[in-house]
C-alpha cells in the first residue's frame, strides 16, 4: 500500500523561494513515476512537474518550467519540489503522485496518476 506525505508548504513573497518535500512509503518508490501537481479553488488540479526512473527523464508545465525543479531521492523514499521566482498565480495546494506503470518520461495527465498525498497549500502574497 502506497502513502504519500507532503510537507514545506507555507507563506511566501512574491519573487521568493520555497521547497516542498514528498515522503513516500509502502511500495518500490524506485521503480515509481512521480509527479507535483496543483489545484486551487475551484479550478482544476493541474500538472506541474515529473520524474521518471531514469535520472533524465523529467516533464516540467510551460507555466514553471526555468522557475521550479523536481528531484528525488531513493534511498530517503522522498521526491522534492524546489520553488523559485514565486508569482500570485502559485498560490494552490500542492499534490504528491505516484505512477507504477508508466515507462520513460512521467506522464502529464492526472488520471495517469494511481497514488496522491493530501496536499500542502503554498500562498504567494503580492
Known amino acids: 500500500q502506497v502513502q504519500l506525505v507532503e510537507s514545506g508548504g507555507g507563506l511566501v513573497q512574491t519573487g521568493g523561494s520555497l521547497s516542498l518535500s514528498c515522503a513516500s512509503s509502502g511500495g518500490t518508490f524506485s521503480s515509481y513515476a512521480m509527479a507535483w501537481f496543483r489545484q486551487a479553488p475551484g479550478k482544476e488540479r493541474d500538472f506541474l512537474a515529473g520524474?521518471?526512473?531514469?535520472?533524465?527523464?523529467?516533464n516540467y508545465a510551460d507555466s514553471v518550467k526555468g522557475r521550479f525543479t523536481i528531484s528525488r531521492d531513493n534511498v530517503k523514499n522522498t521526491v522534492y519540489l524546489r520553488m523559485s521566482s514565486l508569482k500570485p498565480e502559485d498560490t494552490a495546494v500542492y499534490y504528491c503522485a505516484a505512477d507504477r506503470n508508466s515507462v520513460g518520461f512521467p506522464p502529464r495527465t492526472r488520471d495517469k496518476y494511481e497514488y496522491w498525498g493530501q496536499g500542502t497549500q503554498v500562498t504567494v502574497s503580492s
Open positions: 520524474i521518471g526512473r531514469s535520472s533524465v527523464g523529467t
